[in-house]
Nanobody, 118 residues
C-alpha cells in the first residue's frame, strides 16, 4: 500500500518561511521523481517543483529563487523549503510520486494547507 504523507503546512505571515515534508512508504522511493503541486480555490492545479532520481530539480517560474525542493532517499522523504512567502502562495500543497520521467504522477498525498496572511 502506497502512502505519501505531507506535513509542515500552516499559517504564516508574508515574508515568512515554511518547510513541507512528505514521507513515502510502499514504493521504491529512490527511483521516483518526487514533486509538489498546489491548488488554490478557483484556480488550476500547478506543479510547483519536482526533483528527479538524479537530484535534478525544476521549479515553476513563480517560485524560482524562493522555494527549494530536496530529497532524502534514506528517509524516503521529500522536502519543500518555502521562503519569502507571498499571499499568492496560499494553497493546498500535494506531494506526488511519478515513475515515468515525463509522465503524470502515479501517487498523490492527501495535501497540506499553506496560508500566507497577515
Amino acid at each position: 500500500q502506497v502512502q505519501l504523507v505531507e506535513s509542515g503546512g500552516g499559517l504564516v505571515q508574508p515574508g515568512g518561511s515554511l518547510r513541507l515534508s512528505c514521507a513515502a512508504s510502499g514504493i521504491s522511493f529512490s527511483i521516483y521523481t518526487m514533486g509538489w503541486y498546489r491548488q488554490a480555490p478557483g484556480k488550476q492545479r500547478e506543479l510547483v517543483a519536482s526533483i528527479a532520481r538524479s537530484g535534478s530539480a525544476n521549479y515553476a517560474d513563480s517560485v524560482k529563487g524562493r522555494f527549494t525542493i530536496s530529497r532524502d532517499n534514506a528517509k524516503k522523504t521529500v522536502y519543500l523549503q518555502m521562503n519569502s512567502l507571498k499571499p499568492e502562495d496560499t494553497a493546498m500543497y500535494y506531494c506526488t510520486a511519478t515513475f515515468a520521467p515525463a509522465g503524470q504522477p502515479n501517487y498523490w498525498g492527501q495535501g497540506t494547507q499553506v496560508t500566507v496572511s497577515s
